[in-house]
């Protein structure tokens, strides 16, 4: 994370957990409108919450984690294709990851969205949380706020982060 803005670093913490599980294969059945691959996404990411909620710790994510206490989150994923996959859950107040669902939350606060490849390389990494901090850096996986207030405040997050790149 060195050389880092600290946002991006911040960032980087929240959705390297939650890469660092999804893809691969499993036994959930898709839902409708999701990817044939969505059941294996969500399955991967559902085994990785537990070791995801022991690992994560709110001072690792300095004054950014007041912004990301209480979110509701959906994690898109997109294949070359065009397919779509995403899985969701809500921050609590330590951001541990809690009601995970294997599917889009009408209630998110936060989008984050990445394609399959990206996904794909960072699980493929020997180091994931530094392959996922490279395509945060890139641009590769974006962050965005939903509704009117959250879409202001992460935008002005992501144009100060720009900046500091």
Known sequence: MIGLPTTTRIAALVFAGLLVVAGG????????????????LYDEFDAMVPAYNDAVDPEDYGPLAGQLRGERVNMVVTDGDGSQATASFRLDDELR????????????????????ETMTDILDSETPATAFQTAVADGDISIDGVGPVNAVKWFLINVVADLLR
């Open 25 to 40: 294969t499993g036994t959930t059945v898709a839902q409708s409108g999701q990817a044939e691959w969505a059941g294996d």
């Open 97 to 116: 990851i809690q009601d995970q669902r294997p599917e889009h939350r009408s209630d998110a606060t936060l989008k984050l969205s990445t394609d399959r």
